[in-house]
């Protein structure tokens, strides 16, 4: 895997992280309480919101990979986060900001959407601290996740830069224990809710650098590729721990879930990662490869700040056509909430997030900032996401 490579297999990963939070969101929370096939298939979606994980591992995955390619050139720091304030910041203002703006000049909207938090806390990203006090019911509660991504982002290329190629590895995995080791300790002392806290998710995210770190050496890459035996058995192992633990109905605020299952989702992610990769010929890397999959991948960002807002609209639509409020209703609203977001999500992607997303990869990790000649098409000013 060389510097500048574009894997096919991440996309659909993307695409697989974001399905599993709609499930979530759109299946599981709403048909929990249900009867009948319902209730099945809301059980079957018990954990689905793990689909938060594997975008931590991947995200280690990615980002630490650019940041180890880039960390001796001059302009690291800057274009590096002039790159993820391109990427992120645009469609999240205006999702957020429309959300604030809508509860506040149609009262009736907030209990739909959930009550806006401060400004502030949007504008900071510190969602999860937020949450760790306040009330869930809340707009775009999910963004937590991103929060916990953006202060990563502000500690890893610190991370990159001062520790040597030769110690990083060994120093990733050392951090990812000392998650699980933070984790465990808030548990016991301060209670649940401690897994909003970067440090106290930082294993999928570390182990996702440990996964790029490895890659980029050619001899593990291959002996991966030929023996993966490893990966096969770590991804029993994990999967069966957290099988018995959906058997038995844990739930996420259990101490369990502090002490051991956060840090099974973080390895069995990572391995899947890992096989794709390493893999390609192989038949999990083939279906990462499905271009639905990848097509939500490229989507997934806008697809996770649209999609509770434009469920939570659905359903007020509906009820206001006196629809109702039964499993049929709710089935109904998922379909039309989940084709509309898809919509928004590809609208969004096409006139809007990949137009800004070329103007970030105008600044250059070797040269800074570089203007595209004039009248050059969009697709000439960048030199890929």
């Known amino acids: 895997m060389q510097r500048g ?84 910041l645009p469609i999240y203002v205006v999702v957020c900001g429309a959300g604030i703006a809508l509860a506040s000049a149609i009262p009736a909207l907030g209990p739909v959407l959930g009550p806006p938090m401060p400004a502030w806390v949007y504008a900071t990203f510190t969602e999860n601290l937020w949450l760790l006090r306040g009330p869930w019911n809340v707009y775009l509660a999910a963004t937590w996740s991103l929060a916990v991504e953006e202060q990563f982002y502000l500690t890893l290329p610190l991370i990159v830069r001062a520790v040597s190629p030769a110690r990083l590895r060994n120093a990733v995995v050392a951090l990812a224990v000392v998650s699980l080791a933070v984790r465990t300790i808030f548990a016991f002392t301060v209670g649940p809710g401690g897994h909003v806290l970067m440090p106290c998710r930082a294993d999928a995210l570390m ?25 096969y058995a770590a991804i029993g192992l994990c999967g069966g721990g957290l099988a018995l633990f959906a058997w038995r109905g844990v739930a996420v605020h259990a101490l369990s879930f502090a002490t051991v299952a956060y840090s099974l989702f973080a390895v069995l992610y990572v391995s899947l990662l890992l096989l794709a990769v390493c893999r390609p010929g192989g038949v999990w890397a083939r279906l990462m490869r499905l271009p639905p999959l990848r097509r939500m991948g490229k989507l997934a960002y806008g697809l996770y700040l649209l999609n509770e807002p434009i469920l939570a609209l659905t359903r007020l639509v509906l009820q206001r056509v006196g629809l109702g409020d039964g499993a049929g209703a709710e089935a109904a609203a998922a379909v039309i909430a989940l084709v509309v977001s898809i919509a928004l999500a590809e609208l969004s ?5 990949s137009r800004l997303l070329a103007i970030g990869h105008r600044f250059s ?8 000649a004039a009248g050059a098409p969009i697709s000439a000013r960048s030199p890929g996401i």
């Open 349 to 353: 992607w096409r006139a809007f997030e």
């Open 365 to 372: 990790y070797q040269h800074g900032y570089a203007r595209p």
């Open 207 to 231: 182990l996702g650098v440990w996964a790029a770190l490895i890659v980029r050496d050619e001899r593990v890459r291959k002996r991966i590729a030929a023996t993966p035996a490893p990966l």
């Open 5 to 88: 490579d574009r894997v096919p297999e991440l996309d659909g990963i993307r695409g697989l992280a974001i399905l599993l939070v709609i499930y979530w969101h759109y299946v599981a929370i709403p048909f929990g309480g249900s009867g009948g096939p319902a209730l099945w298939l809301a059980r079957a979606g018990l954990y689905a919101w793990s689909g938060v994980d594997l975008f931590f591992a991947l995200s280690g995955f990615l980002i630490g990979g650019i940041l180890v390619d880039v960390r001796d050139t001059p302009h690291y720091f800057r274009t590096f986060y002039a790159r993820r304030a391109f990427r992120i």
